[in-house]
């Protein structure tokens, strides 16, 4: 099975600190995803990668940044936290060979609830 | 541009009966389209995907989905709900063209005893 997993399930920070969100997955996927939940909103992508040292940005990349200098590695960073980065994180991965990304299935991990006070 | 929509926020069934949790999507192309759902504080868990072929597809749990081209749908459905089954439903759909799922903004099931 696909394991993917995120480093802390709840964090608590204070504003102007800077987080590091940290996922990990373990089948040697290209690609990787993160995203945001809020109820209502459903998950709004931020970031994603499709290679070592390469990313995109998604659909709300304000106030994010990203490292992957590992292929199963992939951080998620806020320079400076803000309240309204309170949210729920979720870290996603699957595999890109060549025209399969598009019907491969993405897997998630357990997600992380950050608080920003 | 690729987008889904999810038309009810939430669903309420009695244990037993039969459930449907819609979705409609728009692509300017060919949809590859997902059902992911999420129990309390958990990840998103992967139930069935449509690629091509049957319109009726299968999935974990006893839950199937059924897409309609003309429709643009791909509703959620099950025979027989479980009380188990209460979680929030997510549909995803991907156009040849993106590279990246966009997903609506789920349906909460609650199923009731």
């Known amino acids: 099975d696909v394991k993917v997993t995120q480093s802390s399930r709840y964090l608590v920070k204070r504003t102007g600190e800077k987080v590091f969100l940290e996922c990990v997955q373990d089948?040697?996927?290209?690609?990787m995803f993160w995203y945001r939940q809020d109820p209502g909103l459903g998950l709004r992508l931020i970031y994603f990668?499709?290679?070592?040292?390469?990313?995109e940005k998604g659909d709300i990349p304000e106030g994010y940044s990203v490292s992957r200098e590992k292929k199963e590695r992939f951080s998620l960073i806020l320079e400076s936290a803000s309240t309204n980065q309170t949210s729920m994180y979720l870290c996603?991965?699957?595999?890109?060979?060549?025209?399969?990304?598009?019907?491969?299935?993405?897997?998630f991990g357990p997600g992380t609830r950050l608080t920003v006070l | 541009a690729q987008s889904v929509a999810q038309p009810e926020d939430q669903v309420n069934v009695a244990e037993g009966n039969p459930l449907t949790v819609k979705c409609t999507y728009s692509?300017?192309?060919?949809?590859?389209l997902f059902w992911y759902v999420q129990y309390p504080n958990r990840g998103l868990q992967f139930l069935l995907k449509?690629?091509?072929?049957?319109?009726l597809v299968k999935g974990s749990y006893g839950f199937e989905a059924e897409f309609n081209k003309s429709q643009t749908s791909f509703h959620l459905k099950k025979p027989s709900a479980l009380v188990s089954d209460s979680a929030l439903y997510f549909c995803?759909?991907?156009?040849?063209?993106?590279?990246?799922?966009?997903f609506g903004k789920g349906t909460m099931l609650l199923v009731s005893p």
């Open positions: 996603a991965s699957i595999s890109g060979t060549s025209g399969s990304t598009f019907t491969d299935t993405q897997y």
């Open positions: 089948m040697d996927h290209e690609n």
């Open positions: 990668s499709y290679d070592v040292k390469m990313k």
């Open positions: 692509v300017s192309g060919n949809p590859y």
């Open positions: 449509y690629i091509t072929g049957d319109n």
């Open positions: 995803a759909v991907r156009d040849l063209g993106y590279s990246t799922l966009t």
